[in-house]
């Protein structure tokens, strides 16, 4: 994702700033959408694993980014906290 796009997006929520979604952070999301146990904030079931996604850097909701594009529609973001075990990066740069 370029760099100047990453600068100026934030959580259209919560206002907080966004980073890469990290290969480790990506594969547990999958996971879990795979075993069916994912759902929007909207409460629909994510069905489709996710190739790329922006995560809030308190780590609490994950934006799809589809074909390049990020989706911030607020109630497609995914909490993380109904993952059991998903442990977000903590530490890593805002904006790597």
Do not use: W
Request: glycine share 10%.
């Amino acid at each position: 994702m370029d760099k100047r796009l990453l600068d100026i997006l934030c959580c259209p929520v919560s206002k907080r700033p966004l980073r890469p979604l990290s290969a480790k952070e990506r594969d547990q999301l999958n996971d879990a959408i795979r075993a069916g146990s994912v759902d929007t904030v909207a409460g629909e079931k994510v069905a489709d694993p996710i190739s790329e996604g922006l995560i809030t850097t308190d780590g609490q909701v994950v934006y799809r980014v589809e074909d390049g594009i990020p989706v911030m529609l607020p109630e497609a973001g995914i909490g993380t906290l109904q993952l059991a075990g998903f442990t977000p990066e903590s530490g890593r740069a805002q904006n790597p």
